[in-house]
């Protein structure tokens, strides 16, 4: 099973990134997106992050066109059609990932492994859309993609042992680690992560501290790189408030039950640092 050319769905923050360090470790990359300016805006990241490679003498000019001749953009899912694995990274949302899964099915070829960036969903429910079960994965990056080593990589329950190799051979490739898990809601990096950033919501909304003084402890006191309520910020407020309400409904224990506050900023449009204001002001 051979991995040589991908297809990345989605062009946002986690999609671009991913189609960046795909294409910096040798693959071939389609790049796709249903809107014209998110491929833009997705390419533009990508341009800028291998500048600041370059300014910093990481890669050579010459390596950085390289890496950019290694991209290029699709606007259909059709286009699966010509690639060995797709990464899905749609927005967190089970009716969009089974319809584009549902797609990717048709589409592209019989060898091809279908996988999942989401963040908690049931990988099971996203490859029982396909007619290819055997071969959907979950393959989980994290925020900011060109910086984080790991890939946490999801068994669904029909998952082919070859493909799990096969894509474990891909996360070493792209130069990051691969950590097997199994199939349960947020699968163990959001099932720890999400509940602390949560209990960090609860201590400002029972008025424990203010934000500064509960990223200050989390950053000084456990040597956490961002505070709770900065990184919640950074991974986006509604992204967070969807994750817990995935814990919440999967295992149906109320220590899950996302903090009324975090509920108010969602419905506020106050998503973080993608829309200027989260809890903390970006404008
Ligand atoms: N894209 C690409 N590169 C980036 C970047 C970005 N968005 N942000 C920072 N970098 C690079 C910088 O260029 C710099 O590179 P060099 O070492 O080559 O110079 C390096 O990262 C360090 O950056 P800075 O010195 O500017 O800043 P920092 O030391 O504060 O690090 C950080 C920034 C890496 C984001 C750090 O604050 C951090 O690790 N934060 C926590 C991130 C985290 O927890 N991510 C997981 C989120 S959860 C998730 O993703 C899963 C989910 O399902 C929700």
Request: proline residues 4%.
């Amino acid at each position: 099973m051979e991995i040589k050319k991908v297809m990345v769905v989605g062009a946002g923050q986690m999609g671009s990134g991913i189609a960046q360090v795909c294409a910096q470790a040798g693959y071939q990359v389609l790049l796709n997106d249903v809107k014209e300016e998110s491929l833009a805006r997705g390419f533009s990241i990508i341009e800028k992050n291998l500048s600041r490679q370059v300014s910093k003498e990481k890669i050579r000019e010459d390596e950085k066109v390289l890496i950019l001749s290694r991209l290029e953009k699709s606007s259909s899912l059709q286009d699966a059609e010509q690639v060995d694995i797709v990464i899905e990274a749609a927005v967190e949302n089970m009716e969009i990932k089974t319809k584009i899964f549902g797609e990717l099915d048709q589409f592209a070829p019989s060898h091809a492994i279908l996988a999942s960036n989401t963040s908690s969903l049931p990988i099971t429910e996203i490859a029982a859309a396909t007619s290819r079960p055997e071969k959907v994965i979950g393959m989980h990056f994290m925020n900011p993609v060109p910086v984080m080593k790991l890939v946490e990589i999801i068994r669904g329950l029909a998952t082919d042992d070859e493909v799990y190799q096969a894509v474990e051979v891909m996360t070493n490739t792209l130069k990051k680690v691969p950590v097997e898990v199994n199939d349960f809601p947020g699968f163990v990096s959001n099932r720890i992560l999400m509940p602390m950033i949560n209990e960090a919501i609860y201590t400002l909304y029972e008025g424990v501290a203010t934000k500064e003084a509960i990223d200050e402890v989390m950053k000084l006191g456990m040597n956490h790189p961002m505070g709770p309520l900065t990184l919640a910020d950074f991974i986006g407020l509604d992204t967070c408030l969807y994750i817990m309400e995935t814990l919440h409904d999967g295992f149906g224990d109320d220590k899950y039950r996302p903090c009324p506050l975090l509920r108010k900023y969602v419905k506020a449009g106050w998503l973080g640092k993608k829309t200027g204001r989260g809890f903390y002001n970006y404008q």
